[in-house]
């Protein structure tokens, strides 16, 4: 989750290391070196994961808050760190992405259908549809199909599910409270809550998006990149 990459112990990024993949939860991130080992690390309340972080070699990671995951180059699923409702105990099978909200984690199979392990509600997918691509926040989903169209489920106490379906997009970035999608013209679209400023979408065109807690960030399509939401010491005030 990007916002919490600004806690302590949180940017004790390994050197030297280059990644081509990286994920965050509560105080510790997990990258994935050029190689495909994973690189975990964080401060002294997330030790289980740095200490259980495993030497398999992995094409993807996932995570949610407390625990990450990994598809190995076989395409099996490994979690490792904190279990507090079976999230590190994967079904056996194939998948090509994997992704997780609070107590649970999710893989999409070859057939792009969608199945989880773990804490079953209120985060759970629609069962047996295809999809395109899928993100979860903490309690909440969206998944788009081929054409682009969305599909949402969960949590709704912000206005999180309430995307414009009317739209066509690109992917689809779930935080705590809000998620934001690209639209086919690589511009930003965000709904749910906006107490950080996270719907405050800056200008594009973007070619990819990652939602945090209170923030989102996008990357341009000259590489820059760009975030709008709790951003700063200011912004992230909720006196």
Known sequence: MLDNIADEGHTDVPAGVEFVDI?????????????????????????????????????????????????????TALCWGPDFEGETEPHAGVYIDIDGPT????????????????????????????????????????????????TCWGDNSYGQLDIPDEGIYTQIAMGGQHGCALDRHGEAICWGSNRFGQLDA????????????????GIRRDGDVVCWGCVDDDYCDID
């Open 23 to 75: 994920v965050s939860g509560w105080k510790w991130s997990c990258g994935l070196d050029t190689d495909g080992i994973a690189n975990c690390w964080g401060d002294e309340v997330t030790t289980s994961i740095v200490a259980k972080t495993p030497d398999d070699r992995f094409v993807k990671l996932g995570a949610n808050v407390t625990t990450p995951c990994g598809i190995r180059e076989d395409g």
């Open 202 to 217: 800056l200008q594009g065109p973007f070619v990819q998006l990652g939602s945090g807690m209170r923030a989102t960030c």
């Open 103 to 150: 107590g649970m984690f999710c893989g999409m199979k070859p057939d792009h259908t969608i199945e989880c392990w773990g804490w079953d509600e209120p985060a759970a997918p629609p069962v047996g549809v295809a999809f395109a691509s899928f993100d979860m926040s903490s309690h909440a989903g969206c998944a788009l199909s081929k054409d682009g169209r969305p």
